[in-house]
């Protein structure tokens, strides 16, 4: 028989479809007309034997017309039941849809809700994705190390020598290159005299980093050679910007610090990741022995692993070949390797910490969104409760009643990651401008793995916080709501659930607003801590004087130096002019490394890591650091006088206890020659000063004067002004022109900016902190008074049972009340807990407290507390107002 003949009774065909299997309906039906052809037969007057043959014969090949119809079964099977599921969808879809649009007030503060939770995940993924998932642009960038070289807990940076010992023996790396540099030059030529930022680079860098150049080619170690002509390679940005996208710049020249550059290509802008968008790359030119050099630590090193080798087995032969050269060299301040991922190196400790905490915080938001929405769909069932036993008394089982109000949540939910989107997308630009500081933030967007993300958490959502009350929704039981007439007869186990999305909601709030008060406390004390000098009225700005004219003779760029400090200080409303290698709280190059008195190894307890800096006679002065034992420098201490240093007085303490520093001797590798150390008598000490930021302890410093200071042609100026520095700017632009028409200022700030530019990053999270809290908070105090003021109104009967048999007011008030107190201690009890165990996460954060600091914890229990107490406190006033006889009747 073929399938849909209308012989075939209506009843079989429900029930082949209801039992779904086709090869068993196929041979029941095969079976069944044979045998109503036997039949028909038999009752013809034929045998059965017969009657069997006949039928037989008349239905031809029963196997062939059996597989046809097992073929034609299954596929109309497959057709039928995508068709059933889709009806079924449309169905739910649209009765999700119709039911939502009844609630417009629900809908509206849901879809809100979700909306802000949903949005804030979406925007901190994006960056999170973009700064620390996202795979770096260059070849091979899961095999890209940094090596730096390292002394007990200080990472310094690479000396030229241990670079070449690496380069030559280390067989786990393809291919090793160095930068250094990252200051600025002076380009003249194109306009006025403006700085550039530049790094200096070893040809073999752009193997390690590689990604194709937009224009031309990458310099070679062929470029390094000191007789070959300099060229340059410009980024991307400062090509557009700078040279104005000339397509014929190959080959041009561009004029740094007073030397011609040939431009021979331009690196796209993922080049500069991690460093300026204007950057302009120069070879590494340094005389064939400073490679033998392993005392002076200069140059931050890349390697790329080779195919097959691990970075743990990289790590391993460098320590091996650095181990021995520190046994080789015992004066040169390292002992041991420090190998990271590129990747990680960039992200850094602090900003990973920083990201996944506000990660954290935005989740925390989203679940007490979900707690939130939750509570909503509970107290909004009840209302259905009717509707859900109606249909379960139609045949519709438990299973389709959740499923059809998972839709419900599902639509919810993708509705609100949609609006979210819009959310993410101001969000992120708020982001990315912000003062956060991190390599690849600019980068951060609404792409494909960040709509991926919000889908993903959108469905997680709508089973958080749908499938508990569709569970629920799914027990009603008929024969009860009935007889209730669709009422709640008493508080039921519905509601403590929902007093348990409450108390989670409190629990979460807690954690976040714990997070908040220990940065807003760390912030105070941060900003009530003393620099160690006076931060006011003082101006910061480097000059780079160009070694082509200044690196003539000997004592020529002091002297430069010299007659720029004359030109400063002879400005009207200029108090000082103090001079230094690189200013307290800026940015830049820094030399660290042992500071050693007589005696030590470099390697005992006689070694200190310390920073080394070179400064002027009226440093101390102009900075206003006062001179505390000793004296400061003077105009005897000339580049060929005695060697002297000024200590902080950590250093001294360290290296001599208590007795008297001056006139002890020290060294340090910033002290170091070809021929040995070079010993210095202390002739001061200082205070100690934070001079990486209020927020970091004050480190061990060693001055040295500019004279006796290693040749650094660029030095920033700390200029004190009887005036506001900001007004003086002009006048010293002029003075500097008149010392140099050529010389650029740069990074320019005044010092209070620059410890408030320090502070930017733990001040915008904590900033974001409060805000996630104060979302939270506000979400949380809407939970406490929905669920206390849906139980007063589910208690009207009672509480008019009560009042008619003489109950006082205060006493139903306070009945109430105390729910409400109830649920917010629950809750801030388990948020205590779980913000002590989380809190730790923003140790990298605090400055001056610990992650358990009680007073914190309990401000913001009192906090909470209180809040619980308000807003159960409208919903226990309007229970003393319910009519008796009102409440009897309902």
Not at 469 to 494: I, N
Not at 609 to 637: H, K, L, Q, S
Not at 808 to 832: D, H
């Amino acid at each position: 028989m073929i399938p849909g003949d209308d012989r075939v009774p209506a009843w079989r065909r429900y029930a082949r479809f209801l039992r779904g299997n086709p090869t068993r309906d196929v041979d029941e039906e095969l079976d069944f007309h044979l045998q109503s052809t036997i039949e028909e037969l038999i009752a013809a007057g034929m045998s059965r034997d017969a009657a069997r043959d006949a039928a037989k014969r008349k239905f031809g090949d029963v196997d062939r017309i059996g597989e046809t119809l097992y073929t034609l079964s299954r596929q109309r099977e497959k057709t039928m039941q995508r068709t059933e599921w889709w009806q079924t969808i449309k169905q739910d879809v649209a009765f999700g849809v119709r039911q939502l649009r009844k609630a417009p007030g629900f809908t509206a503060a849901a879809l809100a809700t979700l909306a802000l939770g949903i949005g804030a995940n979406s925007a901190i993924f994006s960056v999170v994705y973009s700064v620390m998932l996202k795979p770096l642009p260059f070849a091979n960038s899961d095999r890209i190390i940094t090596v730096g070289e390292r002394t007990g807990a200080n990472v310094n940076s690479v000396t030229f020598g241990n670079y070449a010992t690496w380069r030559d023996n280390a067989h786990s790396l393809a291919v090793i290159g160095a930068f250094w540099g990252g200051g600025d030059r002076t380009m003249t030529g194109r306009g006025d005299p403006a700085p550039v930022k530049t790094l200096s680079t070893t040809g073999s860098f752009w193997n390690v980093e590689f990604i194709p150049p937009v224009l031309g080619r990458y310099y070679s170690a062929d470029d390094e050679r000191q007789s070959a002509t300099p060229v340059a390679v410009v980024s991307e940005s400062f090509w557009r910007t700078r040279l104005g996208g000339d397509s014929s710049i190959l080959g041009k020249q561009i004029t740094l610090d007073g030397t011609d550059y040939t431009v021979v290509g331009v690196a796209p802008y993922d080049h500069t990741i991690g460093w300026p968008a204007e950057l302009v790359w120069v070879p590494m030119k340094v005389p064939p022995a400073r490679w033998n050099d392993h005392s002076d630590h200069e140059l931050s090193v890349h390697a790329l692993v080779k195919p097959g080798v691990s970075i743990d087995q990289a790590r391993s032969e460098l320590s091996g070949i650095e181990r021995r050269l520190a046994k080789e060299y015992p004066n040169s301040g390292f002992e041991d390797v420090d190998v990271h991922r590129y990747a990680d190196d960039m992200v850094g400790p602090v900003n990973r910490t920083l990201l996944l905490t506000l990660l954290g915080a935005v989740m925390l938001v989203l679940l007490i969104a979900c707690a939130n929405v939750a509570n909503l769909l509970i107290a909004r069932a009840k209302t259905r409760r009717a509707e859900i036993a109606i249909r379960g008394a139609l045949g519709a089982s438990r299973g389709r009643i959740v499923g059809q109000l998972l839709v419900e949540s599902l639509i919810l939910a993708l509705t609100g990651g949609v609006l979210g989107l819009a959310v993410a997308w101001g969000g992120v630009r708020f982001l990315v401008t912000s003062p956060a500081g991190m390599a690849r933030l600019r980068d951060s967007t609404l792409n494909g793995a960040v709509v991926a993300f919000t889908f993903a958490v959108a469905v997680a959502c709508a089973v958080l916080f749908g499938l508990l009350p569709a569970l629920r929704a799914a027990r009603t039981d008929l024969q009860q709501t009935l007889r209730d007439g669709g009422r709640e007869a008493s508080v039921s186990a519905r509601d403590r659930v929902r007093g348990l999305l409450v108390v989670g909601e409190l629990c979460l709030v807690q954690v976040l607003l714990v997070g908040a008060a220990l940065l807003i406390r760390s912030a105070m004390l941060v900003q009530a801590v003393q620099p160690g000098f006076a931060t006011d009225n003082l101006l910061i700005t480097n000059i780079m004087l160009p070694p082509r004219r200044y690196a003539t003779a000997p004592g020529a760029l002091e002297a430069g130096f010299l007659r720029l400090d004359e030109a400063l200080a002879a400005i009207p409303g200029v108090k000082s002019v103090g001079r230094t290698s690189l200013a307290p709280v800026q940015r830049g190059w820094q030399w660290n490394c042992n500071a050693m008195r007589p005696g030590s190894n470099g390697h005992d307890d006689g070694a200190f890591g310390a920073n080394m800096r070179g400064a002027n006679a009226a440093y101390f002065g102009a900075i206003g650091e006062p001179v505390i034992r000793g004296r400061a420098f003077n105009n005897t201490d000339v580049a060929d006088g005695p060697p002297v240093a000024i200590v902080t007085r950590g250093l001294a303490h360290d290296l001599y206890g208590d007795a008297d520093p001056v006139g002890q001797l020290i060294t340090s590798c910033a002290s170091t020659t070809n021929s040995g150390p070079v010993w210095r008598t202390i002739v001061g000490v200082v205070g100690d000063t934070h001079a990486k930021g209020k927020a970091v302890d004050p480190p061990r410093e060693m001055y040295m004067p500019s004279a006796q200071w290693p040749q650094n042609f660029s030095m920033a100026y700390l200029i004190r002004g009887a005036l506001p520095v900001s007004t003086l700017l002009p006048s010293i632009r002029r003075a500097v022109a008149t010392v140099d028409p050529d010389l650029a200022l740069s990074g320019t700030t005044t010092m209070e900016t620059a410890f408030s530019d320090l502070q930017a990053k733990p001040r915008f999270t904590m900033w974001l902190l409060i805000l996630l809290g104060g979302t939270g908070l506000a979400l949380a105090i809407v939970g406490v008074y929905g669920v206390i003021a849906y139980l007063v109104a589910q208690r009207t009967h009672e509480f008019g049972v009560r009042m008619a048999l003489g109950a006082q007011g205060g006493a139903l008030q306070w009945m109430v009340l105390r729910e409400g107190i109830v649920l917010g201690v629950a809750g801030v009890a388990a948020g205590t807990v779980v913000a002590s165990g989380l809190a730790r996460f923003l140790a990298a954060l605090m400055y001056g407290i610990t992650t358990h600091d009680v007073k914190t914890y309990a401000i913001v229990a009192a906090l909470l507390a209180l809040v619980a107490a308000v807003a159960s406190y409208v919903p226990a006033r309007r229970a003393t107002r319910i009519d008796p006889l009102e409440a009897l009747r309902t």
